[in-house]
């Protein structure tokens, strides 16, 4: 998650990173001012940026949304996107750092992307399969191995040596939100 704050009176960040506010005014972007950006996503970007050694440019998307995909009433071919996933897919952004959650349409293009790029490298003719690629080079289709580490995760959850790793498992008892009774606190 990001959060976004005010900068010091200096000008530097107490906590976070610098990063713009940008506005698009139909294709012309402007950063209307610089803010501190800080949370989770930012120390998982500086822990990242560190280890691989690389610097970033921080800013938030013009329209502040996750990203949504739009069809065009008139034309069922002409598709837009929007915030984060429109960034990445007009090249705007290379990265991004983000809680994105897991849809089935977003999966579904990650596959495509991940299919076309395995073409690329093997530079594989027309005629053969996808499925003989994944075949053939022993690469799990994204569909098979999400589920598969969705699960190992919440299995591994269990015999966490972390008391609130392994109570936060997801087949733990239900507990009252307005705790009354001492059972409840357990």
Excluded at 51 to 70: A, R
Excluded at 95 to 112: D, E
């Amino acid at each position: 998650m990001v959060s976004e704050s005010a900068r010091g009176l200096e000008g530097g960040c107490l906590r976070g990173f610098p990063c713009d506010i940008v506005h698009d005014n139909g294709g012309v972007r402007y950063t209307v001012k610089v803010s501190c950006c800080y949370g989770l996503a930012m120390d998982l970007l500086e822990s990242v940026s560190q280890e691989l050694e690389f610097d970033f440019y921080l800013y938030m998307v013009p329209d502040s949304t996750f990203g949504t995909k739009k069809v065009n009433p008139e034309d069922k071919s002409e598709v837009k996107w929007t915030g984060v996933v429109a960034e990445l897919m007009n090249g705007h952004a290379q990265m991004a750092f983000t809680a994105l959650s897991i849809t089935r349409p977003r999966v579904k293009r990650t596959q495509s992307f991940q299919s076309k790029v395995l073409r690329i490298i093997v530079n594989a003719p027309y005629y053969v399969t996808n499925n003989t690629l994944h075949h053939d080079l022993n690469i799990h289709y994204v569909l098979d191995v999400i589920p598969f580490r969705f699960s190992n995760f919440h299995l591994n959850l269990i015999h966490h040596p972390n008391p609130l790793a392994s109570s936060s498992h997801p087949y733990n008892p239900p507990r009252r939100l307005k705790r009354q009774w001492p059972r409840d606190l357990l």
